[in-house]
């Protein structure tokens, strides 16, 4: 299977905790998207790292990337109840348009 | 204005029948896609064109035919609709291999 694989599939903590989540992809990329989906809608872009890169910010998000090991992790600081998901990360190939997703994980932050 | 939307948002059919769900973007992209998420929230990739071209076409059965008439827009037309065909349905753009917008999904149950 090509789909890419996350860890952990589930995480409850309890506000104001931080989350990480881990992802591993197969083949080279371009560059890896992380998304976050809320319950019955449509996925939402959070953070896109590129091939070159290694660490990326976006206010309480940090995302890593290690190509050697094909992995990356979100990292969500003093989480929020609203911050209650599913989190997908995407690879793209190099000089595709195809979109790579991971298997997701289902983050629950108790007030 | 909603960037990625999608017709209808919910589909109940019986087996057999042959429905289509439709996909607009108003966001200029000329990348589209077809997305199947299903009951375990697993997302894949079916079809994706490119200024009107198929470019990805997983390995999915020839029930399911994609129609582009224009950037803007991608159908989704499935013949003889099977049990195994329920899932939510996402419609997706980007530019090349940037970030991509997600519809609303369409729910599809077949009885």
């Known amino acids: 299977s090509q789909q890419g694989e996350e860890d952990p599939q589930a995480l409850s903590i309890q506000e104001g905790e931080n989350a990480t989540m881990n992802c591993s992809y197969k083949t080279s990329i371009n560059n890896l998207q992380w998304y976050r989906q809320n319950s019955g809608r449509g996925l939402v872009h959070l953070i896109l790292?590129?091939?070159?890169?290694r660490e990326k910010h976006s206010g309480r998000l940090r995302v890593t990337l290690d190509t050697s090991k094909k992995s990356s992790s979100l990292l969500i600081t003093a989480s929020r109840a609203a911050d209650t998901a599913s989190y997908f990360c995407?690879?793209?190939?190099?000089?595709?348009?195809?979109?790579?997703f991971g298997t997701g994980t289902r983050l629950k932050v108790l007030a | 204005d909603t960037a990625v939307s999608q017709t209808p948002k919910y589909l109940v059919t019986q087996m057999g029948n042959d429905k289509s769900i439709k996909c607009e973007q108003n966001?200029?992209?000329?990348?589209m896609y077809w997305y199947k998420q299903d009951s375990k929230k697993f997302l894949k990739i079916m079809f994706s064109y490119n200024n009107k071209e198929l470019i990805i076409n997983e390995t999915v059965p020839n029930r399911f035919s994609p129609k582009s008439p224009d950037k803007a827009h991608l159908n989704l037309h499935i013949n003889s609709l099977e049990l195994g065909d329920s899932a939510v349905y996402f419609c997706?753009?980007?530019?090349?291999?940037?970030?991509?917008?997600f519809g609303p999904g369409t729910r599809l149950t077949v009885t």
């Open positions: 995407a690879s793209v190939e190099p000089g595709t348009y195809k979109y790579i």
């Open positions: 966001l200029g992209h000329d990348t």
């Open positions: 790292i590129r091939s070159n890169e």
């Open positions: 997706a753009s980007s530019h090349r291999s940037g970030v991509q917008y």
